[in-house]
C-alpha cells in the first residue's frame, strides 16, 4: 500500500457531504480556540503584575492550606499583584476569596468539567474556557510568579507545564514556590535522587522550584523577585510570550 495515498484530502474524499461537514467543523473549533485567545488578550494584558496560583479543587475550606491560601491572596493584592486561579472551588476559591477584597483584581480562569470545577463567587474578572491549552498559556503568559499549594494531577499538571518552559527558556525564570514542605518532600526526593542521577534532569533544573511553607517568606520572595528592575519583562522576553 502506497502510503502517501493512505490518508485522503478532505477535497478527494468521494463524499462531498461528509468532508464539507468535516471542515465546517474542523473550521468552527479553530474559531471556538480563537475567542478564547482573543478574550483572554482583552482582558489581561494589560496586567501590570499578577500571580498565578495553583492548587486542589478538593481542599475543604477549614483546611490549614485553604486558609494560608487565602492570606497570601490577600497579602499579594494588597501589595499591588492580581492574582489568578482557576476559578472553581478549593485552593482556587481560597486565591480568589483572599484577592476579591483586596486592593488588585481577583481573577478566574473556568473551564467546563463534567465534575469539580463551577465558578466561585469571588472574581472581578471571569473567563472562561473549554479548551485546557488556551487556559494553560492565560496562566503562564501574565504572570510574575506561580505558587502552588497540594493538589492533584491538574497541580502537577501546571507545575510540569511551568517548568518546562521555563527550562526550555520559552518564559522567563521566575519564582516558582510549591507551598508545603511535608506535602510535595516525596516529589521532590524522586526528582533529586531518581531523575537527576539517571540525567534525565539537570540540578539545575530541580533548583528552578523552591519550596516554602511560611505566609511571609511565601510573600516576601515575591516582593524581593518584583522589586529588582532587571526582572521586569524585556522585549526578548516579551517576544518569547508570544510563542508559548
Known sequence: MDKKNATKKLHELDDITAA???????????FSIMSEFIETTEQLSSLKKAVSIFGSARTPNNDPYYLQCVEVARRLSDEGFAVISGGGPGIMAAAN????????????????????????????????????????????????AYILF???????????????LIQTQKSRKIPVI????????????????????????????????TVIDETDRIVETILSFCADHRNAP???????????
Open 234 to 244: 524585556t522585549d526578548e522576553e516579551k517576544q518569547k510570550r508570544m510563542y508559548l
Open 97 to 144: 476569596q483572599g484577592a476579591f477584597p483586596g486592593r488588585s483584581l481577583s481573577i478566574g480562569l473556568n473551564i467546563d468539567l463534567p465534575a469539580e470545577q463551577s465558578p466561585n463567587p469571588w472574581q472581578d474578572v471571569a473567563l472562561h474556557f473549554r479548551h485546557f491549552f488556551a487556559r494553560k498559556v492565560a496562566f503562564v503568559k501574565y504572570a510574575d
Open 150 to 164: 497540594p493538589g492533584g494531577f491538574g497541580t502537577l499538571d501546571e507545575l510540569c507545564e511551568t517548568l518546562t
Open 20 to 30: 464539507t461537514i468535516l471542515k465546517a467543523r474542523a473550521s468552527w473549533s479553530m
Open 178 to 209: 510549591l507551598v508545603g514542605s511535608a506535602f510535595w518532600s516525596g516529589l521532590l526526593a524522586w526528582l533529586q535522587e531518581v531523575l537527576v542521577p539517571h540525567g534525565t534532569l539537570s540540578e539545575s533544573d530541580v533548583a528552578l522550584i
